[in-house]
């Protein structure tokens, strides 16, 4: 399977997801995915949830939910090459209220 890209709200690209981690867009890694959804830091935080929205994919933390308990803390692989850079694409609006980008 190849890369996912991830954008924030505003429509700037974010980075990518290789292999169950999530990557900035020079590569470096910034976060592990649980489940093909659940997005944790390396010190084992929650930072959100993966989600779909027009095609294009987020990740979001609702401010207003019950976030899950910490995780244990996970070693980070290597940082990556990057894919080429993906261009902007055109911002959207949260689906729910207290919905903000992870990062």
Known sequence: MGDSYIYRSNG?????????????????????????????????????VLTEINGKRYIIVNRFSLLPSQRSPKTQPAQ???PSPQANIAPISFPTIGDSDAF
């Open 12 to 48: 700037f690209y974010l980075g990518f997801i290789r292999g169950g981690d999530l990557f900035s867009l020079y590569g470096v890694p910034l976060a592990w995915v649980e489940d093909d959804k659940y997005v944790w830091d390396y010190s084992g935080r929650f930072r959100g």
């Open 80 to 82: 990556q090459v990057p």
